[in-house]
């Protein structure tokens, strides 16, 4: 977008001080330096971007700086995830910029995946002057009422005065309680007209906001006493443990009472996948012990999730079974939402736990241990029929679990971190890749967004360039965001990108076959590119592998390859589905285990 003649003259207007009120010990800056400011104070090292009319004084500001790195991505779309994936991995706010108008619309489905996984991110979307907001200008977009329904909150700056103080309380709000994306709408006359600066406010407060931390000491003690006296217990714990950091205080309250523990497809890593106590993942695609151990456990104790419909399934039939239920959470809106809980406890999980973990080393009262070895004898018949199994003896084509396994067994003690995109594929990494630890599975969770592999692998690869960044990905999904490859080469993020390529919309063929009859409608890509081909258009290395022998080689090589972006094309059983499957409508024991029970 050209800047007018009558722009210029504001901002030359601003320049002399028109639009300023000094006054002594502050600096006369402009709404766009202002914003640099904030940014530096909030240590933001990294943003992703794409420039353009709005939002060009903001860009002039940001080249005269050389504190923050600004990621130029393809998509506006690519620059939210890429910020997202960053924040996911390193706990940090993710900062965010795009233009008026198509740029803001680009990152909408960005800003919704971040806000139904809760991730802590200021996106920055600049706006046509204030005189032309609402007369339909050029590039011009109701920001706030666009994003009202996919933000923890926004703002519109009309006065280039409230800048600093509404950044403040943006990274404010992203960062604390139950975290999530907040929008921040700067017209562009506001990011050239000075005003006087007299430094970011070092604290904010903010009457209708005040999330709680600390939760009530009598409910903490009631869930005590039920937990010391359960005969089958069970812990269920979600994002909102990686999310509050809270995963040493998980960790000690599992071994110190030594009972099952399930984490939902965002809480992978909480608790070490390799430990006996973890059961595996619940939910939709969960195993048999997981989903047994929720449905037969008779106290159940919630930390940081929200029984959301992949998870529980049916709620008729998970109310079938009578058992208590203890739910820890920040949010009060999330507690007694889809089902109803005996003990809601608000607060942040990690102050939670401190004070529920401080408690029992006080007390004498130790669980049953017979009825919790037989609970155990219980799960270990269960956990006995192997739910995960497939063909390993396939010589003749690749099976997608494993890729997957084999990727797991060469990166078990690597600093690995796997992002990956919506699908089969996404299934199959959460089962069969163990997670030791937190934050080092990056995935959408909530929206379930095709095509955040690639942006979230280069966002974490930036933050942490010396450990290992695989993206596992399918042929579909990837091409949604295939441009950002680009944007590997020009900033230097070597990456791995595993696509278990089947030819199909894999989920998509996968309900079609189950839930109507085979009929394949538009889950087949006739057309698709070589992707070989494609990764070295991009400056990369390409790879094809057809055969099961050729998975770990080939993975070696990529391994060997530190620096560069390595696309793998692995042609995997297009007729694989992923088990177990609860169908929807269907409680949480009813599973499909194989194709003998369709």
């Given at each position: 977008?050209?800047i007018?003649?009558?722009?210029?003259?504001?901002?030359?207007?601003?320049?002399?001080?028109?639009n300023?009120?000094?006054?002594?010990?502050?600096?006369?800056?402009?709404?766009?330096?202002i914003?640099?400011?904030?940014?530096?104070?909030?240590?933001?090292?990294?943003?992703?971007?794409?420039?353009?009319?709005?939002?060009?004084?903001?860009?002039?500001?940001?080249?005269?700086?050389?504190?923050?790195?600004?990621?130029?991505?393809?998509?506006?779309?690519?620059?939210?995830?890429?910020a997202?994936?960053?924040?996911?991995?390193?706990?940090?706010?993710?900062?965010?910029?795009?233009?008026?108008?198509?740029?803001?619309?680009?990152?909408?489905?960005?800003?919704?995946?971040?806000?139904?996984?809760?991730?802590?991110?200021?996106?920055?979307?600049?706006?046509?002057?204030?005189?032309?907001?609402g007369?339909?200008?050029?590039?011009?977009?109701?920001?706030?009422?666009?994003?009202?329904?996919?933000?923890?909150?926004?703002?519109?700056?009309?006065?280039?005065?409230?800048?600093?103080?509404?950044?403040?309380?943006?990274?404010?709000?992203?960062?604390?309680?139950?975290?999530g994306?907040?929008?921040?709408?700067?017209?562009?006359?506001?990011?050239?007209?000075?005003?006087?600066?007299?430094?970011?406010?070092?604290?904010?407060?903010?009457?209708?906001?005040?999330?709680?931390?600390?939760?009530?000491?009598?409910?903490?003690?009631?869930?005590?006493?039920?937990?010391?006296?359960?005969?089958?217990?069970?812990?269920?714990?979600?994002?909102?443990?990686?999310?509050?950091n809270?995963?040493?205080?998980?960790?000690?309250?599992?071994?110190?009472?030594?009972?099952?523990?399930?984490?939902?497809?965002?809480?992978?890593?909480?608790?070490?996948?390799?430990?006996?106590?973890?059961?595996?993942?619940?939910?939709?695609?969960?195993?048999?012990?997981?989903?047994?151990?929720?449905?037969?456990?008779?106290?159940?104790?919630?930390?940081?999730?929200?029984?959301?419909?992949?998870?529980?399934?049916?709620?008729?039939?998970?109310?079938?079974?009578?058992?208590?239920?203890?739910?820890?959470?920040?949010?009060?809106?999330?507690?007694?939402?889809?089902?109803?809980?005996?003990?809601?406890?608000?607060?942040?999980?990690?102050?939670?736990?401190?004070?529920?973990?401080?408690?029992?080393?006080?007390?004498?009262?130790?669980?049953?241990?017979?009825?919790?070895?037989?609970?155990?004898?219980q799960?270990?018949?269960?956990?006995?029929r192997?739910?995960?199994?497939?063909?390993?003896?396939?010589?003749?084509?690749?099976?997608p679990?494993?890729?997957?396994?084999?990727?797991?067994?060469?990166?078990?003690?690597?600093?690995?971190?796997?992002?990956?995109?919506?699908?089969?594929?996404?299934?199959?990494?959460?089962?069969?890749?163990?997670?030791?630890?937190?934050?080092?599975?990056?995935?959408?969770?909530?929206?379930?967004?095709?095509?955040?592999?690639?942006?979230?692998?280069?966002?974490?690869?930036?933050?942490?360039?010396?450990?290992?960044?695989?993206?596992?990905?399918?042929?579909?999904?990837?091409?949604?965001?295939?441009?950002e490859?680009?944007?590997?080469?020009?900033?230097?993020?070597?990456?791995?990108?595993?696509?278990?390529?089947?030819?199909?919309?894999?989920?998509?063929?996968?309900?079609?076959?189950?839930?109507?009859?085979?009929?394949?409608?538009?889950?087949?890509?006739?057309?698709?590119?070589?992707?070989?081909k494609?990764?070295?258009?991009?400056?990369?290395?390409?790879?094809?592998?057809?055969?099961?022998?050729?998975?770990?080689?080939?993975?070696?090589?990529?391994r060997?390859?530190?620096?560069?972006?390595?696309?793998?094309?692995?042609?995997?059983?297009?007729?694989?589905?992923?088990?177990?499957?609860?169908?929807?409508?269907k409680?949480?024991?009813?599973?499909?285990?194989?194709?003998?029970?369709?």
């Open positions: 977008m050209e007018s003649k009558a722009e210029l003259t504001s901002a030359a207007a601003a320049s002399r001080g028109g300023s009120s000094s006054s002594p010990g502050a600096q006369d800056l402009m709404g766009s330096e914003l640099v400011k904030a940014l530096q104070a909030e240590n933001v090292q990294y943003i992703w971007g794409y420039p353009g009319g709005a939002v060009l004084y903001i860009y002039d500001a940001l080249y005269k700086q050389d504190t923050i790195q600004h990621v130029l991505v393809r998509h506006e779309q690519a620059a939210v995830h890429a997202d994936g960053y924040a996911r991995a390193t706990g940090e706010v993710g900062v965010a910029l795009v233009t008026s108008g198509p740029g803001l619309t680009n990152a909408v489905t960005g800003i919704a995946t971040a806000y139904m996984d809760s991730i802590p991110m200021v996106i920055i979307s600049g706006q046509v002057p204030t005189p032309a907001i007369l339909d200008a050029f590039q011009e977009c109701d920001t706030v009422g666009i994003t009202r329904p996919i933000v923890k909150h926004n703002f519109l700056v009309k006065d280039v005065r409230d800048l600093a103080v509404t950044l403040k309380k943006a990274f404010h709000i992203a960062r604390t309680g139950r975290p994306p907040v929008v921040v709408d700067i017209p562009k006359d506001v990011s050239f007209k000075k005003t006087a600066f007299h430094g970011y406010p070092q604290s904010v407060e903010m009457r209708s906001y005040n999330p709680v931390k600390k939760g009530h000491g009598g409910q903490i003690r009631k869930a005590l006493q039920l937990l010391l006296a359960a005969k089958r217990p069970y812990i269920y714990t979600g994002g909102g443990v990686l999310l509050g809270a995963v040493p205080e998980l960790r000690t309250l599992v071994d110190m009472l030594g009972y099952p523990v399930t984490h939902t497809l965002m809480g992978l890593g909480a608790y070490p996948a390799t430990d006996r106590k973890f059961l595996g993942m619940l939910g939709m695609h969960g195993t048999i012990e997981a989903n047994n151990a929720m449905q037969n456990c008779d106290v159940l104790l919630a930390v940081g999730a929200r029984f959301d419909d992949r998870v529980i399934g049916n709620p008729k039939h998970f109310a079938q079974n009578e058992r208590k239920i203890i739910h820890i959470d920040i949010d009060p809106s999330s507690i007694s939402k889809r089902v109803k809980v005996d003990i809601p406890i608000v607060g942040d999980v990690k102050d939670v736990l401190t004070e529920l973990i401080s408690m029992i080393r006080e007390t004498t009262t130790r669980p049953d241990a017979g009825a919790l070895s037989a609970w155990w004898d799960i270990e018949a269960w956990r006995g192997d739910c995960l199994k497939y063909d390993r003896g396939n010589t003749e084509v690749i099976k679990q494993y890729v997957i396994e084999t990727l797991w067994n060469m990166t078990r003690d690597a600093d690995a971190y796997v992002t990956s995109d919506v699908g089969q594929h996404q299934m199959w990494a959460a089962q069969f890749y163990k997670f030791d630890e937190p934050r080092r599975w990056i995935n959408s969770g909530g929206l379930g967004t095709m095509g955040v592999g690639i942006p979230y692998a280069m966002g974490i690869k930036l933050a942490k360039p010396e450990s290992e960044v695989f993206c596992v990905t399918g042929e579909g999904s990837v091409q949604m965001n295939i441009q490859l680009s944007t590997c080469l020009q900033y230097n993020t070597p990456i791995k990108v595993l696509s278990l390529n089947n030819r199909y919309l894999g989920m998509v063929r996968q309900w079609q076959e189950i839930e109507y009859s085979g009929r394949y409608s538009h889950s087949y890509m006739d057309a698709l590119p070589n992707f070989v494609l990764a070295e258009a991009y400056g990369h290395v390409g790879m094809l592998i057809e055969r099961p022998q050729d998975v770990e080689p080939a993975l070696r090589e990529a060997k390859l530190k620096d560069r972006t390595v696309f793998l094309d692995f042609r995997t059983d297009p007729t694989e589905n992923v088990f177990p499957m609860v169908q929807a409508g409680g949480i024991t009813e599973m499909l285990l194989g194709s003998e029970d369709l």
